[in-house]
């Protein structure tokens, strides 16, 4: 079996397995914070999804991961229940070789996850049609069923660190639907997916 060898992506080397064990420690990538609203204004598209599979590929040097992600609830843009989207995102393994982007979304297959999503940079030339994750991993939110049987978002930001606007009131995104059940968030996504829509 290959060692798997990390380069850095983003910032500093945090996680080196090799053979399977984890050693290292954490770094993160220093990002403005953002709120539901930023999150709702920034995407094109929003909804509940399950990654179902993902391939890594080196496109100019970097290693990039293609996750197709079925839809199972959709809140806002042009997705319907039942289709699928491409998700980029930086960061995979190829060969044994990977690369790690602090602060990246990361999609689990079979992890439910509450996706706000955005088109790709102008002029980015993917291997496939896709899409990219807005805000990093502050727009890819876990769901986790508890043993209350309720749905909740369960963010995980734990690379990123935040840096709140001074003008600010709102909490970040993370902060604002941690542990609440997911129906509420949805009709909080909604309610402001539909404002945004009035304001077109």
């Known amino acids: 079996m290959r060692p798997l060898v990390l380069f850095v ?23 403005v914070a953002m709120t539901l609203p930023d999150l709702v204004d920034k995407s094109d598209l929003v909804f509940v999804g399950i990654p179902k599979s993902r391939v890594s590929r080196w496109e100019g040097g970097r290693i990039l991961t293609y996750t197709t992600v079925a839809v199972d ?15 980029r ?21 079979g992890t439910p996850m509450l996706l706000f999503l955005r088109p790709l940079p102008p002029g980015t030339k993917p291997s496939e049609p896709s899409v990219a994750v ?55 996504v909604r309610a402001l997916w539909a404002s945004k829509d009035a304001k077109k």
């Open 134 to 188: 807005t805000g990093m991993a502050q727009g890819a939110l876990p769901i986790v069923v508890g043993t209350d049987k309720v749905a909740r978002v369960v963010p995980d930001v734990s690379q990123l660190a935040l840096v709140q606007k001074p003008t600010e009131k709102l909490p970040p995104a993370s902060v604002a639907v941690a542990n609440k059940p997911l129906t509420d968030t949805v009709t909080s």
């Open 9 to 31: 992506a983003s910032m500093a080397l945090s996680t080196l397995a090799v053979h399977g064990v984890e050693v290292g420690t954490a770094e993160a990538s220093t990002v």
């Open 89 to 109: 995102t930086y960061g995979g393994v190829v060969d044994g070789i990977g690369q790690i982007t602090h602060g990246e979304a990361v999609l689990k297959p």
């Open 73 to 87: 609830q959709a809140i806002g843009g042009n997705v319907k229940a039942g289709g699928t989207v491409v998700v």
